[in-house]
């Protein structure tokens, strides 16, 4: 039985309480557990200290009205139109600067500030095609912006993944509550990404730019290629010729005319960045330069990602939109003022602190959970490099109802929805991922550290189109699927008379030099 009392839960958990009330911990245990052999068999995994472990996905899923959503909505497109202007402008001509919202020193010192990305910009003006913005609800019940990730954001694959599985968990739930279907994620970015092609070209020809097999998110490359209907490529299938970009295929070279790239700027291009870098071509950045080939998500993005860059955001709403920001930060404090600096090492034991270029939660220390000597360690890092450092509140993270070893029990959890940015709007899917602490008080939800996952229900608004029949009847679980996800072989649907794979294929052979320098921009990152 759940531990919940129904009279103390939102009323769009009613509807989901009332049908989980009726199973028993071990079934839902049960459940969880063949998702996550699924997960493995489908090659659904992450990489945990160089182990590959199925991604975690709670069998409860959760619920945000659509009135509430429609707000977090909002938001999200506000903030992505105030970071593509920011964008645009500190490769260009940095008002921001010159009118004092912001120093100029802190572009020019921000590690992802690439000098070689100044002056180039795709045809229809779109640095940001796909956004990822995480979100905290605080303790007072207010969503929050926690940071913004416009580089190379992920974890949409287990998004598709977790809304297909459970689907097939809960099909009646899909019918009667109105889950707001995730599907069109595929169509909508492939059209961002044929917006932002070169002038002049009517049919154009993107791919999917993968570091490879050794990448943690290597699934997710795969499953969107597939999903768009494009050619995933490594580096070693492009070719530079004459300020043009190519891909080398059987009947010769083809011509590429967006690149949606899921390799981090230093590997992109050897004769710009990296000289040692395997996984990019030489070459595309002229091609970009000449106006010959796209780059989605734009080189150079990361400055936006800087979370120095992060406090001065809802600064920059007003500055560039006129606008009240319909999202607030997280109070934080900036240490490279010296004010700020001399409070927060007093304070150090009770904040949270976080390096400014850190993502997956690499090189954060809660204030509270740390050593004596884990703080004096701290304390010296933040006095000799205070502008790479930023310090937080301790936030408590909104909890939900999930499953755990001894029964249903509250977790801490965050939410990245994803934007997708054709230039001529800006949608964002239903939902998005909600990533989890597994481990009870723990605040940091990245699966590198102990995380798993849910399934996020948009429910209400208007109904969403629907296969005739009903999920029990002939084919009707396959086409309640269909609606609510993309369709594809990469994530079958499995039935209970199936049986599962034993085990994950796993690629075999040794670990290459290409493998070392694969950016961990994956889940690992999420």
Not at 6 to 32: F, H, K, M, N
Request: proline share 7%.
């Amino acid at each position: 039985n759940l531990a919940f009392n129904l009279e103390q839960l939102a009323a769009a958990y009613r509807e989901l309480y009332q049908t989980l009330a009726q199973l028993t911990q071990e079934e839902l245990r049960g459940r969880t557990e063949s998702l996550a052999s699924s997960y493995l068999a489908q090659g659904v995994t992450f990489d945990f200290a160089g182990e590959e472990r199925p991604f975690p996905l709670d069998a409860v899923p959760r619920i945000i009205d659509f009135d509430e959503w429609s707000r977090v909505e909002a938001g999200v497109k506000q903030r992505v139109r105030a970071l593509e202007a920011f964008l645009d402008d500190a490769y260009g001509h940095q008002y921001c600067v010159r009118d004092g919202v912001l120093p100029a020193a802190l572009i020019a010192s921000s590690q992802y500030f690439y000098r070689q990305a100044a002056g180039i910009h795709s045809a229809n003006g779109v640095r940001i095609q796909v956004a990822g913005i995480d979100l905290i609800r605080d303790e007072h019940g207010e969503m929050r912006v926690l940071e913004d990730n416009v580089r190379v954001p992920s974890g949409v694959s287990y998004v598709i993944s977790n809304r297909r599985v459970m689907a097939q968990t809960l099909p009646e739930l899909f019918h009667s509550m109105r889950v707001q279907p995730v599907g069109d994620y595929p169509n909508k970015l492939l059209h961002a990404l044929r917006n932002s092609a070169p002038p002049g070209v009517e049919d154009p020809n993107v791919v999917v730019l993968t570091p490879g097999v050794y990448n943690s998110a290597y699934f997710e490359h795969t499953l969107l290629a597939r999903l768009m209907g494009v050619e995933l490529v490594e580096g070693r299938d492009l070719q530079c010729l004459g300020g043009k970009v190519f891909m080398r295929t059987t009947r010769g070279p083809k011509r590429v005319d967006v690149i949606y790239r899921r390799v981090d700027d230093d590997f992109l291009d050897p004769l710009q960045f990296r000289a040692d870098s395997m996984l990019g071509a030489p070459g595309l950045m002229l091609a970009a330069r000449l106006g010959n080939v796209t780059i989605a998500n734009a080189v150079g993005n990361g400055v936006a990602d800087d979370k120095l860059l992060y406090t001065y955001v809802p600064d920059l709403i007003r500055y560039y939109l006129s606008e009240e920001p319909l999202l607030g930060n997280v109070d934080t404090w900036r240490l490279e003022e010296p004010a700020a600096l001399e409070e927060v090492l007093d304070r150090l034991h009770e904040l949270v602190v976080k390096p400014v270029d850190g993502s997956g939660g690499k090189g954060l220390v809660v204030g509270p959970d740390a050593s004596p000597a884990e703080l004096e360690k701290l304390r010296k890092k933040l006095i000799k490099d205070p502008r790479g450092w930023i310090a937080q509140p301790v936030v408590m993270l909104s909890t939900i109802p999930t499953l755990v070893e001894d029964g249903m029990r509250p977790r801490h959890a965050d939410l990245r929805p994803f934007a997708v940015n054709s230039g001529d709007d800006i949608w964002v899917l239903p939902g998005g991922l909600t990533r989890v602490a597994l481990p009870e008080g723990q605040l940091v939800v990245n699966s590198s550290q102990g995380g798993g996952s849910k399934d996020t229900w948009i429910v209400g608004g208007d109904a969403p189109q629907r296969s005739v029949r009903g999920p029990h009847e002939p084919g009707g679980l396959a086409g309640l699927v269909a609606d609510q996800a993309s369709v594809t072989q990469a994530i079958p649907i499995i039935y209970d008379a199936q049986a599962s794979p034993d085990q994950a294929p796993r690629d075999a052979g040794p670990l290459s030099e290409q493998q070392e320098q694969q950016q961990q921009s994956g889940v690992t990152a999420c």
